[in-house]
């Protein structure tokens, strides 16, 4: 990679480090409310955030990723911006808040207005967050997004269980994500001055660029925000909660590995949009890096799942091991591909939208066939969700690589090389694993138990990287993640021995 060498990977690894951190927070604070709130208290609220962010994204207009994609954005590109944001903050207070009763009365629990009402004001919020952030991840300057990501996260910590554990109640998730969004739009503004102001001037250009994408953004927010309403109009509000929480898990391990991917690749991308042999490199390199780093995550939190569940969550959350195994394994596999960042970067977000239009015909009929399935059979209507989620995925990810092979010439053979180390290294992993797993059951609800549960993490991870630098060596030492590993931790070494005493 010429200019800024290594830039992809750098960033990469800053925002995965505030991932990282963030990913810790989340987990400590889901695992402290799943402790004190119930499956039904999940259920409720995430019918109301299913709805909530279905209209949200019904108005959004990404029209940042314009200024992103964009060589020289200009002050009347960021007015124009912030415009349509106040523009959607009033039509989310109407839209979402008018809503609520008749959501309510569709899913017949009158909880689901009041939770309503608060989640519009919190997408109001976010609407009018500072347009000029877009210029840091433009320019691949990612600690003001990190410093966000952290500063809300932690302010929907502190809010959250407050609540929790003095009520008791599943408000204590909503005023969490209402107390992260008003932080993060304060924040935004005290990151990078800017004054707002009226205008339109600039709303043809972003829309040419933005439509597609505005398009594309509804279609995805059917894709994979509308889930929980479906499967929420088939079964009762604590299973609904088993899936939501076994979505949440996924979400917060592989799922936010695959963020600062996303977010550093399309800006990356966008620069070499007029170089196709730099731009293939740049995404070989990270899609390797990514699988080396989301092949691992997925599968042993799948083959953990059992003792994490039971020892963290607690027995209540007892059913949610087979469904989060599935939902996990699926944000892994996902990681052979990024088909946005480079449909984005190379402006044929058209062609993007048609992709997501045709995995939402086809996603609808098998998630529902797949419940209708499971209630007509003994594995039941969320296992009978989740098969059909997993048949639309594995459709879903050939589809991509074939239209990613159309935009750059990048086929399955290239995307196989950066994931076939990888995922032999994960079957060495799962094998030691579940043998010294068989060897430790059953692994009590004790301290002597949460000891064992980590050193089989940490036999997890020791098998996987040695397995993977021996393939690594095996194939004759080829350039990817495990040479740069070895550049980083090297010096490092070296420097260490060179030290006195």
Known sequence: MSGKKGSVVKGVAWVGLGRATYVIISFVSTIILARLLTPDDFGIVAIASAAAAVVAVMADLPLSKAVIHHDQPEAEHFHTIWT???IKAVAMVVLIGGSAPFVADF?????????????????????????VLALFERDLVFWQTIALSLADRVANFVVSISVAYIYRSYWAIVLGILAASLVRLILSYVFRAYRPRLSLSKARELMSFSIWLTLGSWVQALNSKADPLVVGYFVRTNQLGIYSMSQRLASMTVGQIQSPIAMVLFPTLARMKHD?????????????????????????????????????????????????????LMQAANAVQHVGPIAMATGHTRALFWRDLQILV??????????????????????GAVYGLACSQAIMIVWSIMLIRTLNGIGLRDHFEGAWRPLLACAAMTIAVLAAEQALIPIPPTLEGYAEMIALILLGAATYFLSLLVLWYVRGRPKGPEQEFLDIVGPAISRLRRSPG
């Open 84 to 86: 349509f944001g106040l």
């Open 107 to 131: 899913y017949g629990d009158e909880r689901v207005t009041g939770l309503l009402i608060a989640l519009s004001f919190s997408a109001a919020l976010g609407s009018l967050q500072n347009p």
């Open 362 to 383: 086809l996603r609808a009929p098998l998630l529902v066939g797949g419940i209708l399935l499971g209630r007509a059979s003994d594995i039941g209507m969320l296992q």
């Open 276 to 328: 196709p042999a730099r731009l293939r490199s740049a995404y070989l390199r990270v899609q390797s890096v990514f699988c080396t780093v989301a092949f691992p995550v997925g599968v042993g939190f799948a083959v953990l799942a059992d003792p994490i569940v039971r020892l963290v969550l607690g027995p209540q959350w007892i059913p949610t091991i087979p469904i989060v195994q599935a939902f996990i």
